[in-house]
């Protein structure tokens, strides 16, 4: 049974650029949430995809979107890449109902230069 | 704005060791609180989820319960092996209505000592 899994597992991004990390989350799950996690930090939630439609978002400006494809997977997109954008970057997915557990895959390394 | 605190940041023990790790949080109207275990570069693996309704998860040598009127967690690891050595994580459902963004605390970095 696949769990969550992440690609690529490490990114070098310059200031200005734009980058797209990708997920596929674990079978049977339909909602798939990202989180960042600046070092030392909790994850902060980003934004939560079910039936290929963004319904929650956390405290992020709109250089962050991104897509649900019918198959489950997602993609998180970041414009205009800044150095505080650096992060481990973390999928994580669920089934969309309360008290479902969260599975999270090992995330993408972000460095912004 | 729902904030999570852990106390205390870091912690380090003899290995055979009984230990408790505290999560507090500002807002008691969540649905259910989270323990996590993050090992370095990895990402998040769950322990225990505590549904609002319920006091206590029990998994192995890991208890955690849960007090939302006082806003309070608690994490017992039972007969610490080096192996628990890890950053352990508590987030809680800030609110309902299917699967939501989890608000984190910043952890526990645990170390047991062989």
């Known amino acids: 049974d696949a769990g969550v899994t992440q690609s690529p597992t490490h990114l070098i991004k310059t200031r200005g650029q734009q980058v797209t990390l990708r997920c596929s989350p674990k079978?049977?799950?339909?909602?798939v949430s990202w989180y960042q996690q600046a070092l030392g930090q909790g994850p902060q939630f980003i934004f939560q995809y079910y039936e290929e439609e963004e319904r929650q978002r956390g405290n992020f400006p709109d250089r962050f979107s991104g897509h649900q494809f019918p198959n489950y997977s997602s993609e998180l997109n970041v414009n205009a890449l800044l150095l505080g954008d650096s992060a481990l970057y973390l999928c994580?997915?669920?089934?969309?109902?309360?008290?479902?557990?969260?599975?999270f895959g090992n995330g993408t390394r972000l460095t912004v230069t | 704005k729902q904030e999570v605190t852990q106390i205390p940041a870091a912690l380090s023990v003899p290995e055979g060791e009984n230990l408790v790790l505290n999560c507090s949080f500002t807002d008691s109207a969540i649905y259910n609180l989270q323990w996590f275990r993050q090992d370095p570069g990895k990402g998040l693996t769950s322990l225990l989820l505590?549904?609002?309704?319920?006091r206590e998860q029990t998994s192995g040598r890991l208890n955690a319960s849960l007090d939302k009127s006082s806003g309070r967690s608690t994490l017992y690891i039972a007969a610490s092996q080096p192996g628990d050595s890890a950053t352990y994580l508590c987030a809680v459902n800030r609110s309902g209505g299917g699967a939501d963004g989890l608000t984190f605390g910043k952890g526990t970095h645990l170390i047991i000592q062989p």
């Open positions: 994580a997915s669920s089934l969309y109902r309360v008290n479902s557990p969260l599975h």
């Open positions: 079978s049977g799950h339909d909602t």
């Open positions: 505590i549904q609002s309704s319920q």
